[in-house]
């Protein structure tokens, strides 16, 4: 049964700081991986899909990679800032293509 | 603008009165779920739907029902609600095609009491 895992659990960073967040799953067979972004209470906004084929995708100050083959993935955040404090979810399809299954999620803080 | 859309965002009920929270998404879908969402648990799916006419379960359906009588449209129903099915509620969509990205409503926070 496929597991995501995320480390570190939560993150605080002073603002401008560059920083990793880590996804790593248990099985190698997904059709994508998508990082999503969550505010307290709110919604989830899809930041990066990655499809299975990709290494990697960007969006302005994000930048996603995949490794399928040790099933990790990192969310790269650059230069980041207090409106970058929420909590981050990692989340795979499951081998049948019928869910999502999501880690934990990394909460992280920017202090300014 | 492409989006899922849920209502309630908030509910108060009491235990046994039945409810239904609506879904609906207006980018042509085939694909539509529920998931709730707890401290510590994280996001476990309930029910989903491969098309019309077409639902299954996830991994904690016990308690709901859903149903699919159009495309667009997945509705949530809470028959008798407990204190236990107190929780933040997503809906969500995608379409059918293998490299396909998910997009979620804004949430449906439950609370039984």
């Known amino acids: 049964k496929q597991e995501v895992t995320q480390i570190p659990a939560a993150l605080s960073v002073p603002e401008g700081e560059n920083l990793v967040l880590n996804c790593s799953f248990t099985d190698s067979a997904i059709y994508n991986l998508q990082w999503f972004r969550q505010d307290p209470g709110k919604g989830l906004t899809s930041l990066l899909l990655?499809?299975?084929?990709?290494r990697e995708q960007t969006s302005g100050r994000l930048n996603a990679s995949l490794d399928k083959s040790s099933g990790r993935s990192t969310l790269y955040i650059a230069a980041s800032q207090p409106g970058d404090s929420a909590t981050y979810l990692c989340a795979v399809d499951n081998q049948a293509g019928t869910a999502l299954i999501f880690g934990k999620g990394t909460t992280l803080s920017v202090s300014s | 603008e492409a989006q899922v859309t849920q209502n309630p965002r908030y509910l108060i009920t009491v235990t046994g009165k039945k409810l239904t929270v609506t879904c609906s998404q207006n980018m042509n879908h085939e694909y539509m779920s529920w998931y709730r969402q707890d401290p510590g648990l994280g996001l476990r799916q309930i029910y989903y739907s491969m098309n019309v006419e077409v639902t299954d379960k996830g991994d904690v359906p016990e308690g709901y029902k859903v149903s699919r009588k159009e495309k667009r449209n997945f509705p949530l129903i809470l028959e008798s609600p407990s204190p236990n099915q107190t929780s933040l509620y997503f809906c969500a969509s995608s379409s059918s095609a293998p490299h396909r990205g998910y997009t979620f409503g804004s949430g449906t926070r439950l609370t039984v009491v």
């Open positions: 990655i499809q299975s084929s990709q």
